[in-house]
């Protein structure tokens, strides 16, 4: 009996538990320390809430980690129609209640069904690519089917309107189409278009008023004089600090309240201010050894389905990762992106849980089946 | 064919080159942190210890309001509080004891308030002392250097120019609180914020999103002592941030005139109640005050505890509007209504007379007239203006409830009138189906006879009484009453104009009815024998009805009990609702006072007040002409009078 049991802990893999684990540290610990001082505004608890998420999605990652990996790819389109329904719900929703909105209650429950699209998509794009011609080079016509399994959710996060995940949704089909021999030819072609029609629309299609409206588009809950300003009280968050760090609770502009977001959005900036360049070089090693893994994964697995798949899942977290990273840090405008485990929000970290979960799963039916 | 296996395996150099893409993003991520941690850290460094840039918020000017003759009601004043910042207070005894000269005051309760506020975050600064004066305002000012975490706050307080006049109506402005946040944010869609300010009672809070305005922000820089440099537009960091003006909130015309305002306000001068008065031919409401009232002034300076304790401990409610937020028992002022039913409904004629012996038996229960011995026989102009109970008890005896409350509700009782003003009271007409609703019960026959003469199930505010009365005056024309009459922005361009608004018209049947009830309604005021004729002042030509509204239930043997010998919480209410000049009508108005015993001598010299200042001020040729009439009529009765008793400064 011991003897299984210990088979059986050799044999699980902990490793993604274990990376998502120590993100999920640092980053609660970061949480603490950038809303302790809200005393006023009550956001002092809201790492006992995050805590609170973690547990839950803990838990869903080891409860998937036991379902055959074949069983995703046999729901791969159920889920797909099952999250975009629910983005048609809040998207009627909203259209009810006169305004946008992004969220799903459901009891004392409120969900954002857009971050669970996410995982739709590529459960759908994973099966599509292992059901149809899977040795094939993707070329132009290719691309017709997935580009409407990508385009019907992604037209509707935008009209909800958030930009931010449209434009995630199209950079997760992206990196998708690549991985599954994008021919270079189309690859190139498609970058031509998109640069040039994306230059010409800029400077003779819009007007300066429409120009100006792109960029509160991106994120309309944000002025662009406000953006701009909170992009500089970010730089001027993570430059102060500089090698090592003012330490732990130290950082003067969260406590100062200038940086707006401290707990969702702008969590590493604070995170630099607190703790220098290297404890980023830290956090970012530990994000990378996270995709590094998963890409090692999906070059060693036996069924192109799950390789398929845990390519699309990394790209979800990846380009959370380094969007957010980017925005914070000025080299992208500001767009509402969280940072998967450092933010504080619900829905994105059970999205994060149920990608560990699957990847757990795919990894462990190597090991307990071979 | 592939077997599975391949298929991977010939993906594997893109998973190389996926790899490598993400390596090279973090390698983008971590070469621009270089840049801003290493290469610009000193620099950025020195701007968060030593220079910080604060976006504060400018608080946008709240729209005025305007009484109807142009006189400014409510205004904003600058006020100063001296603040202090606990991370920024350096040498705390010296300066302490610096700023407890200044502020006259000692360095202890200086600290005690450090120390109320010390469970909060050290950058949040507090109001040492509020509504500082000039003089301290420039010695905290020019002794900046020596006061670290010192400062002053400057705000705009809302002045309410008459104070406790018609403050009920005109509301006040106080600050959000957290449990109001979520629920207005919800309910106006608007990004609230905890501390903003927002009205909370009357107009301030039905305009609010006219007077409030868009707040504007600016940039300072502040140093690290928390104190303001200067307005940041040269640096190159804070390229491409602006201030954005605030936007003034819209200014407001009420319908209400001021010097009416105050001569209602002096009218209830030692009472508790409420009068309102409108035009009979719009609606437009003139007079609104209630009395206990308050100062609106503090709220939006922040209640002292003192002050709130003042007016939640005080038994008389000073928070409570008597006009629109309550109603009563409208006593014998519902029978006017009585009257109209019965008289269209064919139960009686100008001619009908009514036996009175002082009281009516019906079944085993008797009820009596307010006069001892009765009236003898009644027609239905003295009925009216001698408030004979057993009149109307004989008349409603033989009619159907539904029948009377068809025709109070078409004068618009029982329901809201639908002034602009938050939460107006309905009111209530009772109906066989109501009672039904209410209680499970059959309507008791007994029951038609109190509602007749305005005591138990029916209740009315004096708004509702007002609009009602004015119906009677003008035709059967029930008007939504109004206090706003405009509303411009801050350029002074007209935004919104207020119509009146005919919300229907009673049709009657026997077009005498009004008629003969307007010439009872004159009597009550104007013939020696009328309830209110010693009350009915001068030059007015004042239609109206008392009424007394029955607080207990008095048993048989209290009932000609002394109101004024009974205590206080007893005591009947007083009402009056009139309409005047009673031959061209142009104003009718309500009065309530609580436990003020008589309508007569309690309600009606508050009308007569009000309607005199109005008639003065609106109609002088008209009130001079019935000054004269007044004397005419005063003089015929003397002549008819001198022989016989003139009645007694009456009940009812």
Known sequence: MNQTIVQFLKRYDFSFLGSMSAIFLVGVLNLYSSTHADTHGGLDLLYKSQIGWFILSATVAIAISFINPKTFERFAYFGYIGTLFLVLLVLLMGKVGMGAQRWLVVGPIRMQPSEFMKLGLVLALARYFTKVYPERQLGFKDLIIPGLIMGIPT??????????????????????????????????SLGMIGLVSGVLMYNFGLREYQKKRIHTFIDPYEDAKGSGYNAIQSEIAIGSGRLFGKGFKNSSQASLSYLPENHTDFVFAIFNEEHGFFGSVFLIILYLVFFMRLIWLASSVQRFFDSVLIIGIMSIFFWHSFINMAMVSGLLPIVGIPLPLMSYGGSSMLTFGVGVGIATSISNSRNFFN | MFGEEELVKIHK?????????????????????????????????????????????????????????????????????????????????????????????????????????????????????????????????????????????????????????????????SEISQVQLPKLRERDKTEYRLGDFIGQFGIEEQLDKYLRGENGHEFVEVDARGRRKRYINTDNLFKGIEDEKPLSGMNVKLTIDRDMQIAAYKALEGKVGGVIAVDIDSGEVLTMVSRPSFDPSQFSRGLTPEYWRSLVGNKEHPLRDRNIQEHFSPGSTFKAFSAIAAFEQGEIDEHTEIHCNGTFRLGRKVYHCWKKGGHGPVNLIKAIRESCNVYFQKTANRMDIDDISKYAKAFGLGSRTGISLPREVSGLIPTKEWKKKRYGQEWQAGETLSIAIGQSYVLASTIQMAISYAAIANGGKIYRPFVVKDIYDSEGELVKTFTPELLSEVQMKNPKTLKFVREGLFQVVNNPKGTAFYRRGQGILMAGKTGTSQVKSASADKIYQRCENMDYESRHHGLFVGFAPYDNPKIAAAVIVEHGCHGSSAATPVAEAVITQYMKKYQPEIYLKNLDKDKEIKDSWIRSLRASQPAEPSDE
């Open chain 1, 155 to 188: 037209v509707m996060v935008v009209i909800q309107p958030d930009l931010g995940t449209g434009l995630l949704l199209l950079f997760i089909f992206s990196m998708m189409i690549f991985y599954k021999r994008l021919k270079w030819k189309t690859i190139v």
């Open chain 2, 13 to 173: 150099e893109r998973a190389t080159l996926i790899s490598y893409i993400i390596t090279a993003a973090f390698g983008l991520v971590l070469a621009r942190l270089w840049y801003l941690q290493v290469y610009k850290g000193e620099t950025l460094h020195n701007y968060s210890i030593q220079n910080r840039l604060r976006k504060e918020v400018v608080w946008a000017p709240r729209g005025l309001i305007y009484s109807r003759d142009d006189q400014l009601l409510v205004d904003n004043i600058p006020r100063f509080d001296a603040i202090l910042t606990p991370q920024f207070l350096l040498d705390k005894e010296e300066t302490l004891a610096k700023l407890a000269k200044i502020l006259q005051t000692d360095v202890a309760s200086i600290e005690a308030i450090i120390k109320k506020n010390s469970n909060q975050a050290r950058y949040r600064p507090f109001i040492i002392k509020k509504n500082i004066s000039f003089g301290e305002l420039a010695q905290i000012e020019t002794q900046n250097a020596d006061l670290p975490g010192i400062s002053v706050d400057t705000f705009i307080s809302r002045e309410y120019r008459d104070k406790e006049i018609g403050a009920h109506l005109l509301g006040y402005i």
